[in-house]
């Protein structure tokens, strides 16, 4: 995963153009996608955890069949590249996660030949939706994005409390790459040294600014200087440091 760097425009181009080369093609076209289905919002937006955030990113957002098409096949894509196939169900915590876990199941049926089995939890009742979490199972977890790691901290008990599973790992849409609610390491590692099982997601906000930063899409520049500034200073506040 890439760590967020500071550049100014003039040494800005061969490093975009180095991260580019090897980004692989799913994820620039990921980036695209989250824009163009008015999922990934740049502006001026409290968050949850009272941080100010020049952008927000908001899966409930993906509203029609195709959308929720393309968005299972970039989560199957990254889980295959991350984790593997060796895993019997993908896990989709409340709200958001359900849809997730379906659409992503459906996608790695067709993209791999794998038949994988969906689980989420209903956050009223307490009980599960989908399949039932059997011993031996082997889980990865699915989210929209993290910020603070709360919801894992509700459903990962929830998951290892109904079997004797393993949790394999999780995948998230946007690494927010901030840190978290420990105020050191980003949420992503704080749910990794908690919990013991890998994270990660699809693309970084650092693959995000280096794939948009001065380049059009939808028929627009997206990151000019301004917005860049911006993000800038809301790293320098709530970025992960080396």
Do not use: W
Not at 141 to 160: A, F, H, L, N, Q
Not at 230 to 241: H, S, W
Request: proline share 2%; aromatic share 10%; net charge negative.
């Amino acid at each position: 995963m890439l760590e967020y760097t500071q550049y100014n425009n003039n040494s800005a181009k061969p490093h975009i153009q180095e991260v580019l080369d090897t980004m692989e093609a799913y994820k620039q076209e990921f980036i695209d996608f989250m824009v163009e289905s008015d999922v990934l919002k740049f502006g001026d937006f409290t968050l949850k955890s009272g941080r100010k955030s020049p952008f927000f990113m908001n899966a409930g957002a993906y509203v029609t069949g195709t959308q929720l098409m393309r968005l299972g096949e970039y989560y199957a894509k990254a889980i295959h590249e991350t984790y593997g196939d060796d895993f019997d169900v993908l896990f989709g915590p409340a709200y958001k996660g359900i849809p997730i876990s379906v659409v992503t199941a459906v996608a790695y049926a067709k993209l791999y030949g794998k038949e994988v089995r969906y689980c989420s939890d209903r956050k009223e009742e307490g009980s599960f939706l989908g399949s039932k979490l059997k011993d031996g199972d082997r889980v990865i977890m699915i989210e929209d994005v993290t910020t603070s790691g709360k919801s894992m901290e509700e459903t990962v008990p929830k998951v290892r409390g109904a079997a004797d599973v393993t949790i394999i790992g999780l995948m998230v849409s946007l690494n927010r790459m901030e840190v978290g609610l420990g105020g050191k390491v980003s949420a992503l590692d704080e749910i990794k040294e908690r919990y013991g099982f890998e994270t990660s997601a699809i693309v970084s906000m650092a693959d995000v600014v280096e794939h948009l930063y001065n380049k059009e899409c939808e028929g627009r520049v997206v990151i000019d200087d301004k917005l860049k500034a911006a993000i800038d200073t809301y790293y320098e506040q709530y970025g992960v440091r080396n």
